[in-house]
C-alpha cells in the first residue's frame, strides 16, 4: 500500500504505553484513533497528535465487549476511514497468588487483555485482507514469556496472546498482512507505579542494566513493526525488556 492514507487504532491510548505508541505512529504519518475506556482529564493524546499535523479521533471503547469494539469500529470508518494499522495495547493487571485469586480477577484479565485482542482483531482484520495490506501489533510483555508470582492470570492472558499473534501470522501470511508482538520488560507508566518500592528494586535487580524501559522504547519498536520496512518480518515477539529475559 503506498498511496492511501494509513490509519492505525491504539488501543488504550490514553495514557502510558499506548499514547506513545500512538504519537509514534502519528509522526511517521499516520492518522490514529486514539480508543481507550477512560479518557484522563489532564492529557489528550489526541489534541497532541493534531499538533503533530495528522488526523485523530478520541473512541470510548471497552475491547472486552465485542458490541463495544464493533461500536468503535463503525466510528473510525466513519470519521477517518478503512483502518489499516491495529495495535492491541489495552490491558489491565489483577495480580494475586493462585490460592486467593478471585473469579473477577481471573476473567477480568483475561477478558480484556487476551479476549480484547480477538474482538478488536475478529472487527478489523477484513478491512486489511481487503486491501491485501496490515500489521497487527500486540502488546505482550516478559511475563507471557518467562511467567511471574502472583501474575498467573495475567501471564496466561500475555502468553495467549504470543500463541495468537503466531497462528495469525501464518493465515494472514498471504494477505499482506503481518502480525507481530512487542514484548515490553519493566517499563515506567502508572502500571508500575503502584507497585510498592519493595517489588520494584526486586524487578529491576533483574534488569542488567538496573534501568526501567520508557514508554518511548516500546513506541519505537511497534512503530518499526508497522512499516514498509518489516515487511517481511511476522510471527515475531520482538523483546524490549533491556536484556531482562533472553
Ligand atoms: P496503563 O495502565 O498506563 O495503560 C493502559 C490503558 O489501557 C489505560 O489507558 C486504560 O484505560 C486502558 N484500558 C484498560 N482497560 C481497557 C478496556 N477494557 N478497554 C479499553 N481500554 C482499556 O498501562 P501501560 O503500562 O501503558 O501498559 C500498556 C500495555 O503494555 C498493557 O497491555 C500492559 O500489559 C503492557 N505492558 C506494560 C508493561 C509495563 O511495565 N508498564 C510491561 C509489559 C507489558
Known amino acids: 500500500m ?34 481507550d475506556i477512560h479518557f484522563p482529564d489532564d492529557i489528550s493524546t489526541k489534541n497532541d497528535i493534531i499538533a503533530l499535523g495528522r488526523k485523530a479521533i478520541e473512541v470510548k471503547v471497552d475491547v472486552s465487549k465485542p458490541e463495544s469494539v464493533k461500536e468503535a469500529v463503525e466510528k473510525i470508518n466513519e470519521e477517518l476511514g ?23 480477577e481471573w476473567y477480568s484479565v483475561i477478558n480484556i487483555n487476551l479476549n480484547g485482542a480477538f474482538n478488536c482483531i475478529k472487527a478489523i482484520v477484513r478491512q486489511m485482507t481487503k486491501n491485501r495490506w496490515g500489521r497487527i501489533v500486540n502488546v505482550t510483555s516478559v511475563v507471557g514469556q518467562r511467567g511471574n508470582a502472583g501474575q498467573a492470570n495475567y501471564a496466561a492472558s500475555k502468553a495467549g496472546l504470543i500463541g495468537l499473534t503466531k497462528a495469525l501470522a501464518i493465515e494472514f501470511a498471504s494477505r499482506g498482512v503481518t502480525v507481530n508482538a512487542v514484548a515490553p520488560g519493566f517499563i515506567d507508566t502508572e502500571m508500575t507505579n503502584v507497585l510498592p518500592d519493595k517489588v520494584k528494586e526486586m524487578l529491576l535487580e533483574q534488569v542488567p542494566s538496573k534501568t526501567l524501559g520508557a514508554p518511548a522504547d516500546v513506541a519505537k519498536s511497534v512503530a518499526f513493526l508497522v512499516s514498509d520496512d518489516a515487511a517481511y518480518i511476522s510471527g515475531h515477539v520482538l523483546a524490549v525488556n533491556g536484556g531482562m529475559y533472553m
Request: a neutral charge.
Open 2 to 35: 503506498t498511496d492511501t492514507q494509513k490509519i492505525a487504532l491504539v488501543t488504550g491510548a490514553a495514557r502510558g504505553i499506548g499514547r506513545e505508541i500512538a504519537l509514534e505512529l502519528a509522526k511517521k504519518g499516520i492518522d490514529i484513533a486514539v480508543a
Open 82 to 104: 478503512m483502518i489499516s494499522i491495529l495495535i492491541n495495547n489495552a490491558g489491565i493487571t489483577r495480580d494475586n497468588i493462585m490460592l486467593r485469586m478471585t473469579d473477577e
